[in-house]
């Protein structure tokens, strides 16, 4: 990995250091982890001590991957450890875990909320609307009426026997639903839209809309000179066919029974 890593090292850091980086969250381990790298970027060793770092963001592999004992001492591997701690702090500004002060994409989502004090004036509303109560406790016992009455409504399901059985281990067992008979006229229609929608080949309707559209002019060279070969369309919608379709080169090549190769696809 780190061969991958190493040649966006130098930016990774700059860039990290630019920004104003804060976790969404309690919970700051992986904001200590930054900075404990971000502390020791200069170094050249393979190995940091690192006794109090917590990792409990990682995964179990990659712990294994970063955490090590040396001479009996636990420390950490630190290119490995850069690479996770970059891994996870990619996903967690993805997640909304991690925020970036000023940033739009990467906003702190807790802040565009209303705050309680906003939301107190509109709770009778907001709770007429839902059907609800208000009050705590009339809310607490409306909660409890209603899972009492879809415990009981659950339960005379399952006594029933006609949806949902036990086994002899107590797992509950689905059934089969049994299908609705055929309503009348259900096969006139269904031969009635088969004859108003005739199948169609997908090729045929590809090369349709190359007909009206000319979608195929956005390939070829990235020159702009005219492509070199015998017969680009064909290419192109076979291409696009096959990659569309989910077959690949391969499976393309061999149901056009000779006309193309696959490398000619790929």
Not at 24 to 52: I, N, P, Y
Not at 99 to 107: D, I, N, T
Not at 137 to 143: C, G, K, R, V
């Amino acid at each position: 990995m780190w061969r991958f890593y190493s040649r966006y090292r130098k930016l990774l850091f700059t860039l990290v250091r630019s920004l104003d980086i804060r976790s969404t969250t309690q919970d700051q381990s992986l904001m200590e982890a930054l900075a404990f790298v971000l502390e020791h970027e200069h170094r050249r060793g393979q190995w940091l001590s690192a006794k109090t770092l917590d990792l409990s963001f990682a995964s179990d592999s990659w712990r294994r991957l970063v955490i090590v004992k040396k001479d009996g001492t636990a420390g950490v591997v630190r290119q490995q450890l850069e690479i996770c701690i970059f891994t996870y702090l990619a996903t967690e500004l993805k997640t909304g875990d991690v925020c970036v002060v000023g940033s739009e994409s990467y906003a702190d989502f807790g802040e565009q909320l209303l705050s309680w004090q906003e939301c107190q004036p509109q709770l009778k509303s907001f709770c007429q609307e839902l059907g609800i109560p208000s009050e705590p406790d009339e809310f607490i016992a409306h909660l409890t009426t209603w899972l009492t009455q879809t415990a009981v409504e659950v339960d005379q399901i399952c006594k029933d026997g006609t949806q949902v059985t036990f086994s002899q281990n107590g797992e509950p067992v689905l059934k089969r639903i049994q299908a609705l008979p055929q309503p009348l006229g259900a096969r006139e229609l269904e031969a009635l839209i088969h004859q108003r929608l005739p199948e169609r080949s997908i090729l045929d309707i590809l090369a349709n809309v190359e007909h009206w559209l000319h979608w195929t002019r956005h390939f070829g060279p990235e020159s702009g000179s005219e492509p070199k070969l015998d017969d680009p369309l064909e290419r192109y919608i076979l291409t696009v066919f096959g990659l569309g379709c989910n077959l690949g080169p391969n499976q393309t090549a061999r149901h056009t029974k000779g006309r193309v190769t696959s490398h000619q696809l790929s």
